[in-house]
């Protein structure tokens, strides 16, 4: 191979089980079979990824969130030489409430590629199975510990109206359930999900008056509906339910716009323009 051959690496995230290893995707198996080095959390547990995927001999360093800032150098001349490096985080997908995002960045810095394999989030899959609202949605990670941080933090979220999704140790789920209860009231939806992917894995919906986590064990992600606006106006198909209501129980279209106008609390002229329209489409 000429110089002129020789291509830069790149660097390469590569999402991990969230606890079944039956989630490693082949493609993850190859690319850290194939890299120049793997930047990995812990070392016992990449020693353990490898010993399931059979990978060996692929140099390791450790990079977790005291030392991702001093393994740059290394990164950087491994990608120098046209050697990939992989990204390896504990569980789940490096940089989500994980180390990763100040070496992707100086990766990006220095003018090299940064990839991905994509695969296992905590946060997402415990969204998409809990019921709540998942097209618009917040990863909040971990709160803040104590003091005023995490008190404004608790602030902002019940003020939230996306569906918010929050990482939580085991020996704090309670107390960050009775924050939330205090600042969001206790009617607010919430799904718990504990131990994704694994035997006691479990998904408890509920609201935050209600939910009873039980004697709190394993790994846990606390999934919040987002608050409701009750000053926000109603959306036409409100509005067209309503009229449409309103106009099945015998009403004229004059008093159907005046009461759904009432109730709703919007103009008359919109909510009889909605039920002409309403009564258009029936004649077509
Ligand atoms: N990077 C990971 C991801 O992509 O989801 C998140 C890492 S964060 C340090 C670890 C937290 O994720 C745990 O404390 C827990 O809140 C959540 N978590 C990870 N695996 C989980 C699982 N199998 N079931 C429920 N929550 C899990």
């Known amino acids: 191979m000429t110089d002129g051959d020789r291509r830069d690496g790149a660097l390469v995230l590569v999402a ?14 190859a690319t850290m079979a194939a890299a120049a080095l793997v930047c990995a959390e812990d070392s016992r547990r990449v020693a353990k990824l490898f010993a399931h995927a059979g990978i060996a001999k692929v140099p390791v360093v450790v990079t977790n969130e005291h030392t991702e800032l001093s393994r740059i150098p290394t990164v950087l001349a ?27 960045s100086a990766v990006l810095d220095a003018g090299y590629a940064v990839s991905i394999v994509p695969g296992p989030v905590a ?9 709540l609202p998942s097209a618009r949605f917040v990863v909040e990670g971990f709160l803040p510990r104590s003091g005023r941080v995490r008190a404004r933090r608790l602030d902002e979220l019940a003020a939230e109206r996306r569906t918010t999704v929050l990482y939580e140790a085991p020996h704090r789920i309670v107390r960050t359930l009775e924050d939330l209860t205090a600042v969001c009231g206790p009617d607010r939806p919430v799904t718990i999900v504990r131990e994704l992917t694994k ?9 935050l008056g209600s939910i009873d986590v039980g004697e709190p064990r394993g790994e846990y992600v606390v999934v919040l509906g987002g608050a409701i606006d009750d000053a926000a106006p109603p959306d036409d198909e409100t509005i067209r339910e309503a009229v449409r209501f309103q106009l099945d129980a015998g009403a004229g279209t004059n008093d159907a716009a005046s009461t759904v106008a009432k109730a709703l609390g919007i103009p008359k002229r919109q909510a009889y323009s909605i039920a002409l329209g309403t009564l258009r489409s029936d004649h077509d």
């Open 16 to 29: 991990t089980p969230i606890g079944n290893l039956g989630d490693l995707s082949p493609r993850a198996v």
């Open 78 to 104: 491994t990608l120098a030489d046209g050697g990939d490096v992989v990204l390896v985080s504990d569980a789940g997908t490096p940089g989500v409430s994980d180390p990763g995002h100040r070496l992707v």
């Open 123 to 131: 946060a997402v899959s415990a969204l998409v199975i809990s019921g």
């Open 199 to 207: 035997r006691f894995e479990e998904v408890v919906r509920s609201t």
